[in-house]
């Protein structure tokens, strides 16, 4: 597509809840990134996809938080067991090359109730 | 490690004056450095980015920024603000390898009759 693409764009879930989170980059774009953008906080590094090599998942908060990206496109990021501090607006990125620069999509907004 | 430190969280200025959003960082590598710029429920959009080469780096909406390597800075500025520049602006550092973009924590930028 002609940007990134992030669905839902809201979602409203219950405490102790899963959700997925998906994210579709621009096409040929080899590396994605997740960021958390709450108050307080500002933006937050989750995790980074580059290729097939294996990715950085340094700014994963904790274990209950999850990504994969499947066939090197699109991907999903898993929050399980959803906590009240999980509520944020998560933004996926993409870029053709490492350099930076990404293309960032509208994000979806997470609240949990 | 990287950092940023964005001066102001909250900057007023009339339209047709001079814009200036200050932007510091801090980096063991020679640095990459990018302002983007947020309207409301939106994502980020990349203003500008400079990696190597000329130090002036000019960007959309007339904006644009120099990296000082002597004074650790990236200040973004604009001679003349418009109404629709009104927005949070983000100023990151990425260390020019297959790396994460690490954030300021935004300046808001009014813009006032």
């Known amino acids: 597509g002609a940007g990134v693409s992030q669905s839902p764009s809201n979602k409203v879930t219950e405490k102790g809840k899963d959700v997925e989170l998906r994210c579709d980059p621009i096409?040929?774009?080899?590396?994605l990134y997740w960021y958390r953008q709450s108050l307080g906080q500002g933006l937050e590094f989750l995790i980074y996809?580059?290729?097939?090599?294996?990715?950085?998942k340094s700014g994963l908060p904790s274990d209950r938080f999850s990504a994969e990206r499947t066939g090197g496109s699109v991907s999903t990021l898993t929050i399980q067991r959803t906590q009240q501090e999980d509520s944020a607006v998560y933004l996926c990125?993409?870029?053709?090359?490492?350099?930076?620069?990404?293309?960032f999509g509208s994000g979806t907004r997470l609240t949990v109730v | 490690a990287q950092s940023v430190t964005q001066l102001g969280s909250h900057v007023s200025v009339s339209e047709g004056a001079l814009v200036l959003l200050r932007c510091n960082y801090s980096?063991?590598?020679?640095?990459?450095l990018f302002w983007y710029v947020q309207y409301p429920n939106q994502g980020l959009q990349l203003l500008l980015k400079?990696?190597?080469?000329?130090?002036l780096v000019k960007g959309i909406n007339g904006f644009e920024a120099e990296f000082k390597k002597s004074e650790t800075s990236f200040h973004l500025t604009k001679p003349s603000a418009h109404m629709s520049d009104a927005a949070e602006y983000f100023c990151?550092?990425?260390?020019?390898?297959?790396?994460?973009?690490?954030f300021g924590t935004g300046t808001r930028l009014q813009v006032t009759l």
């Open positions: 996809f580059q290729g097939n090599s294996a990715p950085d």
């Open positions: 400079y990696t190597t080469g000329a130090t």
């Open positions: 990125a993409s870029s053709p090359r490492w350099e930076g620069g990404y293309t």
């Open positions: 096409s040929g774009h080899t590396a």
């Open positions: 980096s063991s590598v020679p640095p990459y």
């Open positions: 990151a550092v990425s260390a020019g390898t297959a790396s994460k973009l690490t």
